[in-house]
């Protein structure tokens, strides 16, 4: 069945860097786009980023435009969110998401359990 | 980007009963070239992520009961829940995937009366 298994999080100080891991299986990741997204303590989601199948297109939020960078490794069945200038607004669940299809427009069908990043000092 | 907004916040409802929530969206996110609505809903429940319930504003997910059902076209829909159960306590999101930034709209918490 499909599984996506998020990681890297932890509390990291302001204006530092962090790197997340979403580790897929049970489905071929290179024929899906993907996506992250994050939700504060008791708050609604927010889309962060998304990467197409072929790892050729990326966008993302305004929120983090500048400071995060999305990437993927079909090879290790792998998406990557690189959050580099972190503020305390970015302290927040992360869940990694697939696109029911390849299209990069796709709802999404299948979602992490979250890793949760907080910054603070 | 595309607002969506949602009503009611919160919605209290009797076992058994009808609840319905409805979604709108600040532009229409209906693709004239395929006909189809780029609209969503998830239920996410308490400490897990959310579960897609519904795509293309009124096609149900594999395994999803039939007691939810979608409805509306370009910029208004709804999610109703024809005979709410204990397990569907949840708070339920619309989101758009019409356009970049996808956005979400705000959830409305669904318990029982």
């Known amino acids: 069945q499909v599984q996506l298994v998020e990681s890297g999080g932890g509390v990291v100080q302001p204006g530092r860097s962090l790197r997340l891991s979403c580790e897929a299986s049970?489905?071929?990741?290179?024929?899906?786009?993907m996506y992250w997204v994050r939700q504060a303590p008791g708050k609604g989601l927010e889309w962060v980023a998304l990467?197409?199948?072929?790892?050729?297109?990326?966008y993302y939020a305004d929120s983090v435009k500048g400071r995060f960078t999305i990437s993927r490794d079909n090879s290790k069945n792998t998406m990557y969110l690189q959050m580099n200038s972190l503020r305390a607004e970015d302290t927040t669940v992360y869940y990694c998401?697939?696109?029911?299809?390849?299209?990069?427009?796709?709802?999404?069908?299948?979602w992490g359990q979250g890793t949760l990043v907080t910054v603070s000092s | 980007d595309i607002v969506m907004t949602q009503s009611p916040d919160s919605l209290a409802v009797s076992l058994g009963e009808r609840a319905t929530i409805n979604c709108k969206s600040s532009?229409?996110?209906?693709?004239?070239?395929?006909?189809?609505?780029?609209l969503a809903w998830y239920q996410q429940k308490p400490g897990q992520p959310p579960k897609l319930l519904i795509y293309?504003?009124?096609t149900r997910e594999s395994g999803v009961p039939d007691r939810f059902s979608g409805s509306g076209s370009g910029t208004d829909f709804t999610l109703t829940i024809s005979s709410l159960q204990a397990e569907d306590v949840a708070v339920y999101y619309c989101?758009?995937?019409?356009?970049?930034?996808?956005?979400f709209g705000p959830g409305t918490k669904v318990h029982i009366k």
């Open positions: 998401a697939r696109a029911a299809a390849a299209s990069d427009y796709s709802p999404f069908d299948h």
């Open positions: 049970g489905f071929t990741f290179s024929s899906h786009a």
């Open positions: 990467i197409s199948s072929d790892g050729n297109n990326k």
């Open positions: 532009q229409s996110v209906l693709y004239s070239s395929n006909s189809k609505n780029y």
């Open positions: 293309w504003a009124s």
């Open positions: 989101q758009q995937y019409y356009s970049i930034p996808f956005t």
